[in-house]
């Protein structure tokens, strides 16, 4: 992609909150940012749905408020559940969308970053389609990449330091993105491309 196309992408993504390359499954399970213009972290998270089994509607379904909850015994004990994130990396590397970049998605639950609360205020969530100690996938982590790259641009306040896993804003309550996550391959892909 040349540089006049990136840019052009970029300021999209800035001004709509809405990143070209993803398919758009809209969310209620949002709402206004604190301050819209303060976003500053990007949270790595993981899901599958029913656990450890990937593909299917259920991801989709659940940050829509409409999974089926007969279709999974594990699906009663979330079915009234309402949360929701910004990005959905799947396993093929397909990117679905569910909240505006803009707005406040509801994924970081009770969570602290260098000492200050609240992460969903300002804060980017990107669900990895994995469980915790399942390998994620080279196309997920290419995809990853490139979408941490176009939301870094768009909002320099996330830096390399501003990319965080779950577990790390909520220890002892979450452990995702896992021990699957290769943090070091996914920086080095981030600096070099390689």
């Known amino acids: 992609m040349s540089d006049p196309e990136f840019s052009y992408?970029?300021?999209?993504?800035?001004?709509?909150g809405r990143l070209p390359s993803a398919r758009w499954c809209p969310s209620p399970n949002f709402g206004p940012r604190p301050d819209e213009d303060d976003i500053s972290l990007l949270v790595i998270h993981n899901i599958s749905l029913p656990p450890e089994q990937f593909g299917g509607p259920y991801i989709e379904d659940f940050f829509r408020n409409r999974l089926d909850t007969s279709a999974h015994s594990y699906f009663?004990?979330?079915?009234?559940?309402?949360?929701s994130s910004h990005l959905l990396i799947r396993r093929d590397g397909e990117v679905l969308q569910f909240v505006s970049l803009r707005d406040r998605a509801w994924h970081a639950g009770r969570s602290t970053f260098c000492g200050r609360e609240e992460c969903n205020d300002y804060s980017i969530g990107i669900e990895l389609e994995g469980a915790d100690h399942i390998p994620y996938t080279e196309d997920q982590y290419r995809t990853l990449v490139e979408v941490a790259r176009q939301i870094m641009v768009g909002w320099p306040a996330i830096t390399d330091d501003?990319?965080?896993?779950?577990?790390?804003?909520?220890?002892?309550?979450?452990?995702?993105?896992?021990?699957?996550?290769?943090w070091g391959y996914f920086r080095r892909l981030l600096q070099t491309g390689r």
């Open 162 to 182: 501003r990319i965080t896993g779950h577990s790390d804003i909520a220890p002892g309550r979450k452990t995702d993105p896992g021990p699957a996550f290769d």
């Open 76 to 83: 009663r004990e979330i079915g009234d559940m309402k949360v």
């Open 9 to 16: 992408l970029v300021s999209e993504l800035r001004t709509s």
